[in-house]
């Protein structure tokens, strides 16, 4: 789980941490668009209205374990707006800015009490026996809520006393829903070990465009190796009207207008984006199963390619014929490139997702790094039409980036906004892998694979930079109905290049040829770790039958 606490020792005096500058965007926000609910500052979840408080008071800080072993500081919401309650303390390690909310309550005047106070706290666990690097002492404590309500956040303190009845509201159990552990924030001991304590983010275990799980911006914690956690519940959006606080059309031109990502390719990239249209007019083609003699040029526009059905393997698209048509689509054209939208409501449609999905006609070989010995891979990773994605995440509240997400091949990773570099305002930045065009925050080599064996994945600043919002258009967002149309290719669900037609074991014996013996078996294991996505057998599908079109990413 990363780096425990380790014994005190006295030090000389402490180094300021990163959390201790709290993080702005580049820019001021820009003044939003008039429209309905979205960027008003509060949302009704139905009954209970909510406020995502970012002006936070520190109550207790660690400085050692966590990531980086740094420690972790616990915060409380510093002030509240009139009428609204606090529901829980934000947590966040110490090795980044401090770049954090939690949501404050208020009852919307319903015939039912929404909120209430606690009956009681229970000690979740202190900091007083912990002979650790520490500002002053740290209580954590468990809200005990009447029946018929749930806590969503625990309350921490600085004192051994039981915080006040008044200091924290629980919800109406009809507004919360199941919640997970996100990602690791702070701990000692090993999990396996009975006196560990772990803290963890949350987020809602069921996400998607459909689910209506709110964040609350609050921390789980975890008592020795006890499978229970205390906090288990978030928000729920229950409201008639619960896309009322998605950006309309003019909200949606301005965010990304705002935060469209800069996205830099490799210096040595030879495979470049383009538009869809783009790469249809020079010469891409639709063949048929049982019909491969007589392939049909495609539509600018993709119209005359079969829609909806299901990815049964009848059709399929491909580069050129010609030769030298095919090697010129192949690069692709990075002045031509268009990138497009799907803008789809999260977490109880609480934020905004733009992803921002990139086509490429060709994807390049892979290239291998086996100890200290660099290797073409080959044809291994070739495949024709390529879609990556970036993700902005945007707060419903004040239309404030909160994260990133870049895709990896099958996977990807998500980034606060404080982790990342900007360009020209609030623009992101990302940088996509030579060939494979996996996105990275930034530059430089990840191995997918262990012990210093794997593929490559190089990313670099150049003079080839994919500005996304030069050239965009809204191809989906399902809760304006008929506002957007959707283009025909964007519902062509089969394959956009065909199956690959050289054999990968042959590939792989080529590269081992030229291994010692010791480090064949061992490039073979890591080989056959990899995913599917990695050797490209199958040609890739278009975005509606990734999983993140209607789920979260990850």
């Not at 702005?24 to 008003?40: A, H, I, Q, V």
């Not at 919640?179 to 949350?202: H, M, R, T, Y």
Request: some cysteine; charged content about 20%; glycine content about 10%.
């Amino acid at each position: 789980m990363g780096n425990f606490l380790s014994s005190f020792s006295p030090s000389s005096k402490r180094k300021s941490l990163p959390i201790e500058t709290s993080f702005k965007l580049p820019s001021p926000l820009p003044t939003w668009p008039p429209g309905d609910g979205f960027g008003n500052g509060s949302i009704d979840l139905g009954g209970l209205r909510v406020c995502q408080i970012s002006s936070l008071k520190k109550v207790w800080a660690t400085h050692e374990g966590g990531p980086d072993n740094l420690g972790a500081s616990f915060f409380e919401p510093s002030e509240t707006p009139q009428g609204f309650f606090m529901l829980g303390c934000y947590s966040q390690p110490n090795n980044r800015s401090l770049y954090g909310w939690v949501l404050a309550g208020k009852d919307e005047g319903t015939a039912q009490e929404i909120l209430k106070k606690p009956l009681d706290y229970t000690l979740v666990w202190s900091s007083e026996s912990l002979k650790i690097k520490q500002d002053g002492l740290g209580y954590i404590w468990l809200p005990t809520a009447p029946d018929g309500y749930t806590s969503v956040g625990l309350v921490v303190t600085n004192v051994p006393e039981k915080p006040s009845l008044e200091k924290v509201r629980c919800v109406q159990s009809d507004l919360t829903d199941q919640c997970e552990i996100d990602s690791w924030i702070w701990g000692i001991g090993k999990q396996s070990d009975p006196n560990a304590f772990n803290v963890f983010s949350l987020r809602p275990s069921n996400r998607g465009t459909q689910a209506m799980g709110v964040s609350v911006g609050t921390f789980a914690a975890q008592n020795g190796n006890a499978t229970s956690i205390s906090v288990v519940a978030c928000l729920k959006n229950v409201s008639s009207h619960n896309l009322s606080c998605m950006p309309n059309l003019n909200q949606i031109q301005a965010i990304f207008n705002a935060y469209s990502p800069r996205i830099y390719f490799h210096p040595d990239e030879e495979y470049l984006s383009s538009s869809v249209s783009w790469y249809f007019n020079n010469g891409a083609l639709l063949y048929k199963k049982g019909e491969e003699s007589n392939p049909v040029p495609i539509e600018a526009t993709g119209s005359n390619l079969p829609q909806g059905g299901s990815n049964d393997g009848s059709y399929w698209l491909d580069l050129p014929v010609d030769e030298g048509a095919k090697e010129r689509v192949k690069k692709g054209d990075l002045q031509e490139t268009e990138v497009y939208l799907h803008i789809k409501p999260m977490l109880g449609a609480t934020f905004t997702d733009i992803a921002v999905w990139i086509f490429c006609p060709f994807n390049g070989p892979a290239k291998a790094k086996v100890e200290f010995i660099n290797l073409p891979l080959g044809r291994i990773g070739e495949h024709v039409g390529d879609w990556e994605h970036v993700t902005l995440r945007v707060s419903n509240f004040n239309g404030e980036l909160r994260r990133v997400f870049f895709s990896q091949h099958s996977g990807g990773s998500w980034f606060d906004a404080s982790e990342l570099e900007f360009d020209n305002g609030n623009k992101s930045i990302g940088y996509a892998s030579l060939h494979g065009h996996a996105m990275y925050s930034k530059p430089g080599l990840v191995l997918q694979g262990s012990n210093g064996i794997g593929i490559r994945n190089d990313t670099a600043k150049s003079k080839m930079v994919l500005d996304t919002g030069t050239r965009f258009s809204i191809v989906a967002a399902e809760y304006l109905g008929t506002a957007v149309v959707e283009p025909p290719w964007l519902n062509y669900l089969r394959e956009w290049g065909p199956k690959i037609t050289y054999d990968i074991e042959d590939e792989l014996k080529k590269v081992e040829k030229v291994l010692p013996g010791k480090l064949k078996s061992a490039f073979r294991k890591i080989i056959n770790s990899l995913p599917d996505e990695v050797f490209g057998e199958e040609g890739p599908t278009g975005p509606k039958l990734k999983r993140n079109w209607i789920g979260d990413e990850i």
